[in-house]
T-cell receptor
Framework: DQQVKQNSPSLSVQEGRISILNCDYT??????FLWYKKYPAEGPTFLIS?????DKNEDGRFTVFLNKSAKHLSLHIVPSQPGDSAVYFC??????????FGTGTSLTVIP | EPEVTQTPSHQVTQMGQEVILRCVPI?????FYWYRQILGQKVEFLVS????????KSEIFDDQFSVERPDGSNFTLKIRSTKLEDSAMYFC????????????FGNGTRLTVT
């Protein structure tokens, strides 16, 4: 039962370039999406959210894009910094219900 | 910035023993959650809690599990008789509202059942 998938377990990007992390989902009822960053030995830290009424949300260096017809969302980090190196999780829910998490993508930003 | 705190950070217990994992959610948050992550696997929902009762639970959250808000600040997860497969990171989370607000997670408790 993998309702949320992150098909790339890892990604390496040069400092200053764009990082693009992808997430696919299967449940068309999902209407609220979150991205989290996680460092080792810490809990997930909330980054940015998007609801299904929008197709883009931006917060500083982080932008989330939602393509409802493709059931796909992506997180763009521009410019990437070494401190962005972490595991990134996407999560999705039908409003008011439990969140389903992807398996995560480990991002390494190379100085 | 307010944060969710969890204790202990690491708990080792023998199979069959009871464990209680503790959490202090963010003070003005009304919705509380437990998630877990088995090593190498995805983060999985266990239970959500609001107004002193469970609002949703997953198939994982069977009769061995219970949650409680014993006072105005703590939120606990009890596992009555631990099994080896309960070994995981357990994350507590809270949110301000049920709709349209993100979950804020604690740093987790690593439970090791031997």
């Amino acid at each position: 039962d993998q309702q949320v998938k992150q098909n790339s377990p890892s990604l390496s990007v040069q400092e200053g370039r764009i990082s693009i992390l992808n997430c696919d989902y299967t449940n068309s009822m999902f209407d609220y999406f979150l991205w989290y960053k996680k460092y080792p030995a810490e809990g997930p830290t909330f980054l940015i959210s998007i609801s299904s009424i929008k197709d883009k949300n931006e917060d500083g260096r982080f932008t989330v894009f939602l393509n409802k017809s493709a059931k796909h969302l992506s997180l763009h980090i521009v410019p990437s910094q070494p401190g962005d190196s972490a595991v990134y999780f996407c999560a999705a829910s039908v409003t008011g219900n439990q969140f389903y998490f992807g398996t995560g993508t480990s991002l390494t930003v190379i100085p | 910035e307010p944060e969710v705190t969890q204790t202990p950070s690491h708990q080792v217990t023998q199979m069959g023993q009871e464990v209680i994992l503790r959490c202090v959610p963010i003070s003005n948050h009304l919705y509380f959650y437990w998630y877990r992550q088995i090593l190498g696997q995805k983060v999985e929902f266990l239970v959500s809690f609001y107004n002193n009762e469970i609002s949703e639970k997953s198939e994982i959250f069977d009769d061995q599990f219970s949650v409680e808000r014993p006072d105005g600040s703590n939120f606990t997860l009890k596992i009555r008789s631990t099994k080896l497969e309960d070994s995981a990171m357990y994350f507590c989370a809270s949110s301000e509202t049920r709709v349209g607000s993100p979950l804020h997670f604690g740093n987790g408790t690593r439970l090791t059942v031997t």
